[in-house]
């Protein structure tokens, strides 16, 4: 193989890295009827995918998700599976713990917000997810590893 494609591919695959990690990190959600934050959900990345798992509740931190066994939805996985492209994360599932629905999940930064959108083939839902700015001391992602939850 020629050394210039052998350079090309790789700052081709340090740029995807890059850019998909500007997508790591701690993030409120919002509710969408009351407008108030609900939960704060960290990204994290293990091995070369993305996965969101919900560190904090702003209400109620001994709700349980309408899942098998009832766990709670503090600590669990909501978010897996998700690969970097172009310009957005795609390609896995996002969780509603209150109904216990799964959805096909694909992300991107609008600013510094996180846009969501969980959906059914062409139909769907986006929710923006604002950068958390809490003091609160929250886990660290060097040491999560996920846990999908099994419906």
């Not at 700052?11 to 009827?33: Q, R, S, V, Y």
């Not at 795609?90 to 930064?109: A, Q, T």
């Not at 510094?112 to 929250?138: H, S």
Request: charged share 25%.
């Amino acid at each position: 193989m020629n050394i210039k494609k052998i350079f090309f591919a790789a700052i081709c695959c340090a740029t995807l890295t890059t850019f998909a990690d500007n997508f790591k990190g701690l993030w409120t959600t919002i509710d969408d009827e009351t407008k108030e934050q609900k939960s704060v959900v960290q990204i994290y990345k293990h091995e070369d995918m993305y996965f969101g798992r919900i560190v904090h509740l702003f209400k109620n931190p001994d709700a349980t998700a309408k899942l098998p066994n009832n766990p709670k939805i503090l600590g669990l996985d909501i978010i897996w599976n998700m690969k970097p492209t172009k310009d957005k994360l795609n390609g896995g599932k996002i969780l509603d713990p209150k109904k216990g629905s799964v959805y096909s999940c694909e992300m991107w930064r609008d600013n510094e917000n996180l846009i969501v959108r969980g959906k059914i083939a062409f139909f769907g839902r986006n929710q923006t997810w604002v950068p958390y700015k809490g003091d609160e001391v929250l886990p660290k992602t060097e040491t999560i590893t996920p846990a999908i939850p099994v419906k």
